[in-house]
């Protein structure tokens, strides 16, 4: 099937693009297509946490359009894909996304994802959480959407953070079907059978 082969992610600007880039990389080592899409917030977050510039930050995916590029096939219910990730989801971000407000390409794309009863995973990054940002995972969550936020796996005994974020974003691409060679699993290593 066409669709299942492309993934859209979307990076926004709260902490934590390191997700986005591993969702990225761990893609492209299963075969998958994929379509950026980088607010300028979400821009701001790579100058500050890394040592990419904006060229190539899209360069890590098949294909990346500006966020103000609402007329792109991500925007469009006919253009196929498995889903969405978005890594790292901010508050506003999800805000958006949960009230339908497609005010720029990323939300009008998880708009589009959640209309075609496709999965949409969010990375949601902020705590402590208020009320408002509850009342809008809610909201996200009852449109079909998942909100996953990045949790660290400790059980498979990391030994990195670089280890940390490979596993969740291995996970969150796990929730579209997509599966990564190699990521470490409860249950199917030797150490965890030989402790279980």
């Known amino acids: 099937m066409i669709g299942s082969g492309r993934l859209v ?6 902490t934590g693009i390191a997700y ?16 950026l899409v980088v607010t300028p917030a979400g821009q701001q977050t790579r ?13 890590m995916a098949d294909v990346a359009y500006r966020p103000a590029d609402i007329g792109a096939a991500i925007a469009s219910g006919s253009f196929r894909t498995a889903g ?24 009008r794309a998880a708009d589009v994802t959640l209309k075609e009863r496709r999965r949409l995973v969010l990375m949601v990054r902020e705590t402590p ?6 009342r809008a995972m809610t909201a996200v969550t009852e449109s079909g959407g998942i909100v996953m936020p990045p949790v660290p796996a400790f059980y498979l ?11 969740t974003a291995g996970r969150a691409l796990d929730l579209l079907g997509i599966d990564v ?5 409860w249950g199917e290593s030797a150490d965890s059978a030989t402790n279980g």
């Not at 992610?9 to 709260?14: K, R």
């Open 9 to 14: 992610v979307g990076i926004s600007g709260a």
């Open 20 to 35: 986005g880039i591993k969702v990225l990389e761990l893609a492209r080592k299963a075969g998958v297509e994929t379509h």
């Open 47 to 59: 100058a500050y946490e890394t040592d990419l510039d904006a060229r190539d930050l899209a360069a």
């Open 84 to 107: 969405m990730i978005v890594a790292p989801c901010s508050i506003r971000t999800l805000s958006a996304i949960a009230y339908s407000n497609g005010d720029n390409l990323l939300t």
């Open 129 to 134: 959480l208020t009320l408002g940002h509850l």
């Open 157 to 167: 005994n990391p030994a990195s953070v670089a280890d940390i974020v490979e596993h």
């Open 181 to 185: 060679p190699d990521l470490p699993r």
